[in-house]
Nanobody
Framework: QVQLVESGGGLVQTGGSLRLSCVAS???????MGWFRQAPRKEREFVAG????????DYVDSVKGRFTISRDNAKNTVYLQMNSLKPEDTAVYYC???????????????????WGQGTQVTVSS
């Protein structure tokens, strides 16, 4: 089992920045991590992911160049640095984890085994 706790959400103006954190506990060996978001009346969307080694990252096109995912395995923590935020980034952001022997980034929500409770990000125009 893996437990995930997100933090760092909040209210920010357009063009501002936020950094989300997700701390994992439990069986944290070889887990790929991902960030997803879900806006009202929309499906949950992959935002960014990072392989268990940190050597591979992937992003949805709409955040490339603005968001950066990273991880500190010594602290069992993954981060999502979000810059140049836009109103369309407003959503609940979820951290997810997948235990895997392969060093890759799963892109689909159904591939992840564990989820955090979510943190709200609101970008005002």
């Amino acid at each position: 089992q893996v437990q995930l706790v997100e933090s760092g959400g909040g209210l920010v103006q357009t063009g501002g920045s936020l950094r989300l954190s997700c701390v994992a506990s439990g069986r944290t060996s070889r887990i790929a991590m991902g960030w997803f978001r879900q806006a009202p009346r929309k499906e949950r969307e992959f935002v960014a992911g990072i392989s268990w080694s940190g050597g591979r990252q992937d992003y949805v096109d709409s955040v490339k160049g603005r968001f950066t995912i990273s991880r500190d395995n010594a602290k069992n923590t993954v981060y999502l640095q979000m810059n140049s935020l836009k109103p369309e980034d407003t959503a609940v952001y979820y951290c997810a984890a997948k235990t895997t022997l392969s060093d890759y980034v799963p892109g689909l929500p159904g591939l992840y085994d564990y989820w955090g409770q979510g943190t709200q990000v609101t970008v005002s125009s």
